[in-house]
């Protein structure tokens, strides 16, 4: 099955700056996740969204994440202040359903966040 | 909180020189997991999901096991295609839909 594609590829920015990353899905679904991945590091959870609201999110995803789906169809992930720390690679994935409940996740190519 | 840990985090093989990657993990009423493999600078490409212990997957040289505790990636007689790092995940009953990822463990498979 296709999975997503993400823009842009690559976001350089300096702190205190917002960015916006963007995440289209190739058909619809209903369930899409952020995840990031800082260099050498584990991938980390962000937040899920189901049916157009957050149904989970992670510690890290605190008040300088927020999450759209503006038009129906583009899902984004703001980060209204970058921090330093903020520099890794983010990826969205979308889930697959199966009888009602989530199962696998495809992810996309991902976006690499520098914040200089 | 659902944890998983990889060992090795890095593996050299000679081409055709089989190997297994380990998967520890505890998680609270496991839904599912997940191998996924990491290309550098890409996303995570999924392999397989297991359910349930004693299922097993096979896709071309590369089969994963479960059990109650671990899950086993085994790599039958490589090929340097197959150098990427493996991810391991989980998906809890009671952590919602989110995956819990292990650190990986980077194969290199030489010709």
């Known amino acids: 099955e296709p999975e997503v594609t993400q823009t842009p590829s690559h976001q350089v920015t300096q702190m205190g700056q917002e960015v916006i990353l963007r995440c289209v899905p190739i058909s619809n679904h209903l369930y899409f996740y952020w995840y990031r991945q800082i260099l050498g590091q584990k991938v980390e959870f962000l937040v899920s969204?189901?049916?157009?609201?957050?149904?989970?999110k992670s510690e890290i995803f605190d008040d300088q994440f927020s999450v759209e789906r503006p038009d129906g169809s583009n899902f984004t992930l703001k980060i209204r202040s970058t921090k330093l720390e903020d520099s890794a690679m983010y990826f969205c994935?979308?889930?697959?359903?199966?009888?009602?409940?989530?199962?696998?996740?495809?992810f996309g190519p991902g976006t690499r966040l520098t914040v200089t | 909180e659902d944890q998983v840990t990889q060992s090795p985090e890095a593996l050299r093989l000679q081409e055709g020189e089989s190997s297994s990657l380990n998967c520890s993990y505890t998680?609270?009423?496991?839904?599912?997991l997940f191998w996924y493999r990491q290309d550098p600078g890409k996303g995570p490409e999924f392999l397989f999901t297991l359910y349930s212990a004693g299922e097993e997957k096979e896709k071309e040289r590369l089969k994963a096991t479960l059990t109650k505790k671990e899950s086993f990636l085994h790599i039958t007689a490589p090929k340097p295609e197959d150098s990427a790092t493996y991810l391991c995940a989980v998906q809890g009953g009671a952590a919602g839909n989110k995956l819990t990822f292990g650190g990986g463990t980077r194969v290199l498979v030489k010709p």
């Open positions: 994935a979308r889930g697959r359903i199966a009888g009602g409940l989530p199962y696998e996740q495809y």
């Open positions: 969204f189901y049916n157009n609201e957050i149904s989970e």
């Open positions: 998680v609270s009423g496991l839904r599912g």
